[in-house]
């Protein structure tokens, strides 16, 4: 056990570490295992590989100590949001239809909200909680797009080497359009981490997300033709929802930089 390791030491052993479990436990029990590794890494690296855990600024530096309230709504509106406007753009087309939800749909929602939330946290204290602070170094947007990478790589022994995850549709560009669609993701969920202060705005975002998607998809929406819909248009990483976070992640980098502007001349102004 170490003390401590520098930042590029433990983002490169995280990365190694949670990304061979990803390839070790794909398809073992549904991949609930790969589910929560990223979680299952940070333990590792904070209990095991270091005696940062066994400190207050080990856990503190996750961000989990701060809520980031004020930045929920900017969450929700980036994920669920988005979601919405790409369903409705999918019925607007003549995709797609909705529906009033119907059978056991109720009892699906509650099972949701209580596994959801779980599953988003064990990969947002990974991804945003643990490696994205140590990426610093590299500049913020850059540790966003190196983030973005590494979450596509962890996801892709899940999707080529089980049937549980974007199973259906031409492979390639199912997966041209996942990994625009992480790379997006991690740059919204990214800069909610680095202006909050706090994992839990990209905790609520990833809930978010596929909560909406998963309620539309399967209570809400009806269409004869499923993949153009769920795998090309509107379903987890679909173009619309591309495109929407990518113009979300835009605005929101736009208007970061322009608060950095504007406070980086406020003392000068003063003089």
Same mark, same amino acid.
């Given at each position: $056990?170490?003390? +401590?390791?520098?930042? +590029?030491?433990?983002? #490169?052993?995280?990365?190694?570490?949670?990304?061979? @479990?990803?390839?070790?436990?794909?398809? #073992?029990?549904?991949?609930?295992?790969?589910? #929560?590794?990223?979680?299952?890494?940070?333990?590792?690296?904070? /209990?095991?590989?270091?005696?940062?855990?066994?400190?207050?600024?080990?856990?503190? %530096?996750?961000g989990m100590s701060e809520?980031?309230?004020?930045?929920?709504? /900017?969450?929700? @509106?980036?994920?669920?949001?988005? *979601?919405? /406007?790409?369903?409705?753009?999918?019925?607007?087309?003549?995709?797609?239809?909705?529906?009033?939800?119907?059978?056991?749909?109720?009892?699906? $929602?509650?099972?949701?909200?209580?596994?959801?939330? #779980?599953? =988003?946290?064990?990969?947002?204290?990974?991804?945003?909680?643990?490696?994205?602070?140590?990426?610093?170094f590299l500049g913020q %947007?850059?540790? $966003?797009?190196?983030?973005?990478?590494?979450?596509?790589?962890?996801?892709?022994?899940?999707?080529?080497?089980?049937?549980?995850?974007?199973?259906?549709?031409?492979?390639?560009?199912?997966?041209?359009?996942?990994?625009?669609?992480? @790379?997006?993701?991690?740059?919204?969920?990214?800069?909610?981490?680095?202006?909050? +202060? &706090?994992?839990?705005?990209?905790?609520?975002?990833?809930?978010?997300?596929?909560?909406?998607?998963?309620?539309? =998809?399967?209570?809400?929406?009806?269409?004869?033709?499923?993949?153009?819909?769920?795998?090309?248009?509107?379903?987890?990483?679909?173009?619309?929802?591309? @495109?929407?976070?990518?113009?979300? =992640?835009?605005?929101?980098?736009?208007?970061?930089? &322009?608060?950095?502007?504007?406070? *980086?001349? =406020?003392?000068?102004?003063?003089?």
């Amino acid at each position: $056990m170490f003390e +401590r390791l520098s930042d +590029r030491t433990s983002s #490169i052993v995280f990365t190694v570490l949670v990304l061979g @479990i990803s390839l070790c436990t794909a398809d #073992i029990a549904e991949g609930l295992v790969l589910a #929560i590794s990223p979680l299952l890494t940070v333990l590792v690296m904070l /209990l095991v590989i270091t005696r940062e855990g066994y400190t207050r600024e080990g856990w503190h %530096r996750l961000g989990m100590s701060e809520s980031g309230l004020r930045f929920w709504p /900017l969450a929700l @509106i980036t994920t669920a949001g988005v *979601s919405v /406007l790409a369903f409705a753009g999918a019925v607007v087309v003549g995709a797609a239809n909705f529906i009033t939800p119907s059978g056991d749909w109720l009892q699906a $929602m509650l099972v949701l909200c209580v596994t959801g939330p #779980i599953l =988003a946290f064990a990969e947002e204290l990974g991804w945003r909680g643990y490696l994205q602070p140590r990426l610093a170094f590299l500049g913020q %947007r850059c540790a $966003m797009l190196v983030v973005g990478v590494i979450w596509i790589g962890w996801h892709l022994p899940y999707i080529l080497l089980t049937p549980y995850y974007h199973a259906e549709g031409e492979r390639p560009f199912v997966l041209a359009l996942f990994s625009a669609t992480v @790379i997006a993701f991690s740059f919204v969920f990214g800069y909610l981490r680095l202006l909050s +202060r &706090s994992v839990w705005p990209a905790v609520l975002a990833h809930f978010a997300h596929n909560a909406t998607f998963t309620i539309l =998809a399967t209570y809400a929406i009806t269409t004869d033709r499923p993949v153009l819909v769920n795998e090309y248009l509107a379903g987890d990483t679909g173009l619309f929802v591309l @495109i929407g976070t990518a113009v979300c =992640a835009f605005a929101i980098a736009v208007r970061t930089a &322009s608060l950095t502007r504007r406070r *980086s001349l =406020a003392p000068s102004a003063r003089g």
